[in-house]
Structure formats: structure tokens, C-alpha cells
């Protein structure tokens, strides 16, 4: 395996480097402020029975990577191991100390007969983790992560944003994807971590894609799913936003074939922007709104201001027209108000038609307008382009009857 699919010691060395001292760091600071502990235990139970100097003996270890620090590190262990047998962070010591002597072998015995003994120690499942990891057996590793973090839900903030790096290579999608199911604990964190600091959205939606079936709908995700579907058209990933979006809970077929609102203009289920998408800026922007017995937008621009005002994805599926009508507008010196229709997939990619004016004199009010899409297109891009103009109050215009239809109307 080459490329984005192969897993590296570097690979993931460099990702996972200064994890372990990283959660270390957080144990000793929350411990010396007299925090409770039971609530912040990222690296398993048991951990702050420790000794002060035991703890603080760890904390050197890692930081001076000294081999003086090391070999103090395996006496420490062996002496507790004594009077404690079955203390799982004794020979989690003595297995730092042989790592740093260079005893690779000799610290992964250690810390596999440390597993024998508790699985339930989180720092002992990291280490393994990430040895596994360097080894690149993924499958191993994960285990080892789920066990961590099923034992300490607080261990998710360090770990996961590292542990996400693991979708954007083919076989750790793989490996990962018996783990994306809505029993999993951790799955939200998972998610939440890949969607805010992965470099490429396609990996991660590929990894629900290649499921073959729904999403995970638990509390909480449908957001992360909505971050996920604008991140993939922000990166013009089109294809694989419309194989993801049958497969998110929540998801209507008819919104991607409609170019409509749908319900009475007061909300709209789905993902933006296979839904009506309006601009968060404060400068323009619009609501879904009843107008009679039909539903519409209500749009805004504030006077010197121009942009996308509220957007939406189609398949024209053959209908090559699109009509509307304008139901009332407020006016301002050189305000516009414009239609703008872009094939994003499709023999016409790139194509882009706009519409009249719509703040125009010569537009009428309640009359239904039409205008011609590109040609042999897929997958269409419907966008309201709004300039405020000169004036002390914003420019508006509410339109309604949006549809699509096979030809253009005369």
C-alpha cells in the first residue's frame, strides 16, 4: 500500500508525540490544585493512589528522556511491584524506563503483562495504542483506544483530535468503521474532532459512505453532519455530498429534486445547502416565510453591501427552466436583486445564467417570471445575489412559487 493509504512509524509517531506527557501534564496540574480527581481521570483508576514522588518521577522521565531518569524509573516499578503484585502503573513504569533504554521488547512485555492485569488503566492502553500503531497493526490499536476510552470519557479531548488523523487513509477507515455505530461512547467525540481539524472533509465521507448504510443518528450529531455537508461543498467535493446526503438521518429525498421550500415557510427539515441556506453575515441574508397558501423567502441587503444572500442545491433532472415570482420589494438607489444559476456537475460545469433585476422598475409584482438554466447539468447551484444600494434601510424582496420546469415559459 503507497500513498495516503500507508501507515508509517513517522506517520503516526508525529501525530501521537507528546500525547502521554500531554495528559500527564493535565493529572499532576489538577492534582496540585486539589481538584477532584474523579472526574478528570485520562489516564485510568488508580492512577492518583500514586505516591507525589511516584507521579512526579513520571512526569521527569518524559521530560528529560534521560536514561538516568529511566533506569530510576524500572527501580521505582520493581520495588512497588513488590508490595503490590497486581499494580498495573508499576509495570507501566517499569516499561517507560525500558522504552527509554532503548528495550523496546522489554517495555512491550511490560506493558502487555500490565494489561493481563487491568485492562481498565488508561495510561497502559495508550502506550499500547500508540506501539501499535507504530507497528502499524491499526486494528490492535483501536481496540486498545476503545478501551480507553471507554474507561474515561475526559480522556476524548486530548486523544481524539489525534485519533481522528487515522480516516484519511484508506485502511484506517477501514479498521475504524466497525467502531461507527450509535452504541459507541465516544463516536460524537470522534466526529466532532474529524469535521473541526481534519485537513479534507472527502475522508470522512467516505468513511460513512462506504458503511453502506445510515449514519449513527444519536444526540447531538445532526450538527456535525450539517458541518460536514458545507464542508464538502465549500471544497467543491459534490460527489460525495450527494452520495452522503440519502445516507444522513434526517435527510429528505425531495430536497434535493425541489427547488421549493417545503412545509408552510416556517422551518425546513434537512441539510443546508440541499435547503434553502441563508448568509449569516448581519449585512444580508433572509428567513423562509408563508406567503398566502405557498411558502418563499423573505431577502435582505443592507445599503453598500452586495453578496449571496441565500442559496440552494438541485438536480435539475432534465428541467432546464426556472420560475418564480415576486410578492413584494423595497427599493433603494441602485439596489439589485439577481438570480444566479451555476452547473457544478454535468456537461455545463461551470456554466453560470442570471436572472433580470428583480428590484428593477420594470418587474412586476405577483406575475410569474422565468428564466434558462445550463444545459445538461447535474447538479445546479441556485443563489439570490443581493446589493443594498444607497438608502437608510436595507433593500428586500420576497419571492415565491419557485419551481422548476421542463421548458421555458413565453
Known sequence: MTGAGKFTPKLFIGW?????????????????????????????????????????????????????????AIVVGQSTLRLAPLNPRSLWLIGIGRELKGDLPGARRAMEQAERVSRRDGAVELWLGVDNFRREAVKAGLRNFDLMLRGDRNAATTVMPRLSMIILAPEGRRHLAPYIR??????????????????????????????GKKAPDIASVRPIYATLMKRLIREREYRQALRLHPLLPGSIAESLRDIGVAGDGTSES????????????????????????????????????????ASKLVEP???????????????NFQSEAVWEATCLIGESAGTV????????????????????????????????RIAGGVGRTPATITVSSLKLSSAERK
Open 353 to 384: 445564467r442570471r436572472s433580470v433585476n428583480l428590484l428593477g422598475d420594470g418587474v412586476p409584482l405577483g406575475r410569474t417570471m422565468m428564466m434558462r438554466l445550463p444545459e445538461d447539468c447535474r447538479l445546479l447551484r441556485m443563489e439570490m
Open 317 to 331: 433532472l432534465g428541467r432546464g427552466a426556472f420560475g418564480w415570482r415576486v410578492d413584494d420589494r423595497t427599493v
Open 270 to 309: 434537512g441539510y443546508p445547502p440541499f435547503i434553502w441556506d441563508f448568509s449569516d453575515s448581519s449585512e444580508r441574508g433572509g428567513v423562509l416565510v408563508g406567503v398566502g397558501r405557498e411558502a418563499g423567502l423573505d431577502i435582505f441587503g443592507s445599503p453598500g453591501t452586495i453578496g449571496i444572500a
Open 182 to 211: 450509535e452504541d459507541n461512547p465516544w463516536l460524537l467525540d470522534l466526529l466532532q474532532a474529524a469535521v473541526s481539524s481534519l485537513p479534507r472533509a472527502e475522508p470522512l465521507a467516505a468513511l460513512l459512505i462506504d458503511r
Open 16 to 72: 501521537f508525540g507528546g500525547l502521554v506527557l500531554a495528559v500527564l501534564a493535565f493529572a499532576q496540574a489538577a492534582a496540585s490544585a486539589g481538584l477532584a480527581i474523579d472526574g478528570f481521570r485520562p489516564l485510568g483508576a488508580g492512577f492518583f493512589s500514586w505516591r507525589v514522588e511516584q507521579m512526579q518521577l513520571s512526569i521527569d522521565v518524559f521530560e528529560s528522556r534521560d536514561r538516568a531518569d529511566a533506569k530510576r
